[in-house]
């Protein structure tokens, strides 16, 4: 198992490792949010990428944990938590004083328990919902 921080993955690899798991995910997808990102964290098993996590930030001192994934056969191993404790140590050492994460409900074991995140109040708006108002 290798670890590793900024490490080369394709946008292949991750449309590979998403759909894997059920999730979707478009072809081109990482590059275009790779220019984005503070970091990311890689997990192999010789060539293959078996985990992955994406640090978004603002620039200054807010970053956010985005697209924590672990292939099925490969979960349950402590790889995702290795992957968060990675991605918050490079965080940090960016000079990153908050790191946020949002999730469904049955991860809250895996965020709080084992990652080691508190609860806070959080809001979301899903823009596709919102009401745009034409100019008059
Ligand atoms: C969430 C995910 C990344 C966890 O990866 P993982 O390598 O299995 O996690 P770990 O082995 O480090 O889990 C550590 C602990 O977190 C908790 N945990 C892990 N996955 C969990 C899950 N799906 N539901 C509830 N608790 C979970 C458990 O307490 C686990 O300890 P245990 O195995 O001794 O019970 C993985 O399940 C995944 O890729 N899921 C699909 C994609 C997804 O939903 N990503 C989250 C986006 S916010």
């Known amino acids: 198992m290798r670890f590793a ?3 080369e993955v394709t946008d292949d690899e991750l449309v590979a490792l998403t759909h ?4 979707t995910s478009q072809a081109g997808w990482w590059d275009r949010v790779r220019p984005h990102s503070l970091g990311w964290v890689t997990a192999r098993i010789e060539e293959m990428l078996i985990g992955f996590v994406n640090v978004a930030w603002d620039g200054g001192d807010h970053a956010f944990l985005i697209d924590t994934k672990v292939r099925p056969d490969q979960q349950r191993r402590g790889i995702g938590t290795e992957l968060v404790h ?3 140590l490079h965080a940090k ?3 990153c004083e908050w790191l946020e994460v949002d999730f469904d409900d049955p991860l809250a074991p895996f965020y709080y328990d084992a990652c080691g995140f508190a609860p ?10 919102l009401h745009v108002v034409e100019p008059s």
Do not use: K, Y
């Open 20 to 23: 894997s798991h059920g999730g």
């Open 86 to 88: 990675i991605a918050a």
């Open 120 to 129: 806070t109040q959080a809001g979301l708006l899903h823009l596709p919902d």
């Open 5 to 7: 921080w900024r490490g």
């Open 93 to 95: 050492e960016a000079g």
